[in-house]
């Protein structure tokens, strides 16, 4: 079989069964098409080493276990936010620089466990904070796409930047992500993949570093809906480790694609009616619920009125819990130390450590975070913050109190923007990327991006649909059927 | 609430970050750029309502309090900037 690289992980699974390839010769596809894609700057640490050992080790395991899980021997990326034992693992930090965990994340342990192949690290935003990858201490990762024959170089989007840039680009199977405010979501729309985010307590955040932790999800960054199933249902598990783990069993996702929306009501929320939203995204959206509708799903009209609040309550919410989880980068444990003056002492240590180490997106969103947890602001800030979540919350409880199954809007407010366009703008212009994917984290919902068109210019648009808690795979079914409606299969020209 | 420089100054203060002081005020105008997006949550209602302390209505777990982990000195240390001696090792704390 030529072009092994390109396969889907369901393919790729079916073609090992029927004996048509190896995992070895699956992970060499992978590893030749990261070695000749240095300019997508991806793959920030590779591990040709790990991955054919494992590889190796899957081959064996196909041939003797007529059982052995649909991951095995599937070669995959792994974002940089995962604690990979002995391997690099930065969080896209330079506070993280030569950081070698002595453990590994729960999550990328279920992947190897089902015999998934590591090909290495992937780029993304510093400690995920971001929408576009240019916050990163290993440089932009670089999207596929280009608008028409323009050489502009444009964002994958963020923060699961080089995971995006690797699947569209065919540099691995599938990846992880995840996902505080659109970070799986978001970069899967401007690449044309498909990124699902499942309910809050379903992927163990057990070695992720974290970042806001009441809404941080791992997910998975595939070629299809069918594979997100497959990689989803690998990841997700119980875990003792993690407190706000969800004990409860893991369906068996793929099987319940069945892609039959008959009878299924679908809302239209109307406030994710933005003003000055282009008109391509109107479009699309009005596409994707003439599909839903012609596949026989009944469309309603909804309204979760707190929507306006949510991008406001997250950025409270998000940098509070950051600058409480990111206070352990002092440079006595890991990481980075800074250089001291004579006479230092262990403050300006700690001052100078985390000037150096972190990059100028972090350190504002630990400074907000820290003035809106501070004395006198607390009440007014943090807490306001936490009683519209609540609101925000209760809208999408109300929606499915009423019998709503999902719910269908854009996945982003644009198609993907050249790097570098919005360096001038003020911070909150970048934040408006997450406007139709936050709200599903502050309400812990399941989201999927499902890639359904393209721009004039020919850049990938995405829909999303958000589920109801823990039933990730009705979601998974509603998105096969809006994926199989819109047909979407074009690539990216390979420039790179 | 504007933010001056001084504020910015025990911001940057109260989060260990060192700011050099001709960074301040172009910090303290991001910081208010940010805060004035967020003062749009003054307009909502939040009479009554409860702030959200977990997104899933499920309680918390106990277990055992039983020791589950430990003996891993080397490994803890391995990645300290500077470690001797089986600790971790700081500049002077106390005079």
């Given at each position: 079989?030529?072009?092994?690289?390109?396969?889907?992980?369901?393919?790729?699974?079916?073609?090992?069964?029927?004996?048509?390839?190896?995992?070895?010769?699956?992970?060499?596809?992978?590893?030749?098409?990261?070695?000749?894609?240095?300019?997508?700057?991806?793959?920030?640490?590779?591990?040709?080493?790990?991955?054919?050992?494992?590889?190796?080790?899957?081959?064996?395991?196909?041939?003797?276990?007529?059982?052995?899980?649909?991951?095995?021997?599937?070669?995959?990326?792994?974002?940089?936010?995962?604690?990979?034992?002995?391997?690099?693992?930065?969080?896209?930090?330079?506070?993280?620089?030569?950081?070698?965990?002595?453990?590994?994340?729960?999550?990328?342990?279920?992947?190897?466990?089902?015999?998934?192949?590591?090909?290495?690290?992937?780029?993304?935003?510093?400690?995920?904070?971001?929408?576009?990858?240019?916050?990163?201490?290993?440089?932009?990762?670089?999207?596929?796409?280009?608008?028409?024959?323009?050489?502009?170089?444009?964002?994958?989007?963020?923060?699961?930047?080089?995971?995006?840039?690797?699947?569209?680009?065919?540099?691995?199977?599938?990846?992880?992500?995840?996902?505080?405010?659109?970070?799986?979501?978001?970069?899967?729309?401007?690449?044309?993949?498909?990124?699902?985010?499942?309910?809050?307590?379903?992927?163990?955040?057990?070695?992720?570093?974290?970042?806001?932790?009441?809404?941080?999800?791992?997910?998975?960054?595939?070629?299809?809906?069918?594979?997100?199933?497959?990689?989803?249902?690998?990841?997700?598990?119980?875990?003792?480790?993690?407190?706000?783990?969800?004990?409860?069993?893991?369906?068996?996702?793929?099987?319940?694609?069945?892609?039959?929306?008959?009878?299924?009501?679908?809302?239209?929320?109307?406030?994710?009616?933005?003003?000055?939203?282009?008109?391509?995204?109107?479009?699309?959206?009005?596409?994707?619920?003439?599909?839903?509708?012609?596949?026989?799903?009944d469309i309603v009209d909804i309204s979760l009125p707190h929507t306006k609040y949510a991008l406001p309550a997250y950025y409270v919410i998000a940098p509070a819990e950051a600058s409480s989880n990111l206070a352990r980068y002092d440079g006595v444990r890991y990481g980075h130390r800074a250089r001291l003056d004579h006479g230092d002492g262990i403050t300006e240590m700690y001052e100078k450590t985390r000037a150096e180490g972190f990059g100028p997106e972090v350190q504002r969103r630990v400074m907000i975070g820290t003035y809106v947890l501070s004395a006198g602001f607390y009440d007014a800030y943090y807490n306001r913050a936490r009683k519209v979540r609540s609101l925000i919350k209760k809208d999408f409880e109300d929606v499915f109190a009423q019998g709503i199954d999902c719910i269908l809007t854009p996945a982003t407010p644009s198609a993907a923007f050249g790097l570098g366009e919005m360096a001038d703008a003020d911070p909150v212009q970048m934040y408006l990327n997450d406007v139709f994917t936050v709200t599903v984290n502050l309400a812990g919902l399941p989201g999927i991006a499902v890639p359904t068109g393209t721009d004039r210019q020919g850049l990938p648009l995405g829909l999303q649909l958000i589920g109801r808690p823990w039933e990730e795979a009705d979601l998974l079914s509603s998105a096969y059927a809006l994926e199989t409606a819109a047909g979407f299969v074009a690539k990216p020209d390979k420039w790179w | 609430m504007s933010i001056d420089e001084n504020t910015a100054a025990r911001v940057a203060k109260l989060a260990r970050i060192k700011v050099e002081p001709e960074a301040l005020p172009a910090l303290a105008q991001e910081f208010n750029g940010i805060l004035g997006f967020i003062e749009q949550l003054s307009e909502v209602d939040v009479e009554g309502v409860e702030p959200m302390t977990s997104v899933t209505p499920q309680r918390l777990k106990r277990r055992e309090d039983v020791v589950t982990d430990g003996d891993q000195q080397d490994k803890v240390l391995k990645n300290a900037p500077d470690a001797r001696e089986g600790f971790f090792a700081v500049p002077k704390v106390v005079e």
């Open positions: 079989m030529s072009d092994l690289n390109k396969l889907g992980l369901a393919e790729a699974r079916d073609a090992l069964r029927a004996g048509e390839t190896t995992s070895k010769e699956l992970t060499e596809a992978c590893l030749t098409a990261i070695d000749g894609a240095g300019a997508l700057n991806a793959f920030v640490h590779r591990t040709p080493e790990i991955a054919m050992e494992q590889a190796t080790q899957a081959d064996a395991r196909l041939k003797s276990d007529k059982e052995a899980p649909a991951m095995c021997g599937l070669p995959i990326g792994i974002k940089d936010l995962f604690c990979t034992k002995g391997v690099p693992s930065q969080a896209g930090s330079r506070i993280l620089e030569g950081f070698l965990p002595e453990y590994e994340s729960t999550v990328s342990q279920n992947l190897f466990d089902a015999g998934a192949v590591m090909l290495g690290k992937l780029n993304m935003d510093e400690f995920a904070m971001g929408s576009s990858n240019e916050t990163s201490v290993y440089g932009n990762a670089v999207n596929p796409w280009r608008r028409g024959n323009d050489d502009v170089a444009l964002t994958p989007g963020g923060s699961s930047g080089g995971s995006a840039a690797a699947v569209a680009a065919d540099l691995c199977l599938a990846a992880t992500g995840t996902d505080t405010g659109g970070s799986i979501r978001q970069p899967a729309a401007f690449t044309g993949i498909t990124g699902i985010k499942p309910t809050y307590g379903r992927c163990s955040r057990w070695g992720v570093v974290a970042f806001a932790s009441s809404l941080d999800q791992a997910g998975p960054m595939t070629k299809s809906v069918r594979d997100a199933a497959i990689m989803l249902e690998a990841m997700c598990s119980y875990d003792a480790k993690d407190s706000t783990s969800a004990e409860l069993p893991v369906p068996n996702f793929e099987a319940a694609l069945t892609g039959d929306v008959r009878g299924k009501k679908i809302g239209i929320p109307k406030e994710y009616r933005m003003e000055g939203m282009p008109e391509e995204i109107e479009t699309l959206w009005a596409d994707g619920i003439a599909m839903m509708k012609d596949a026989g799903a | -």
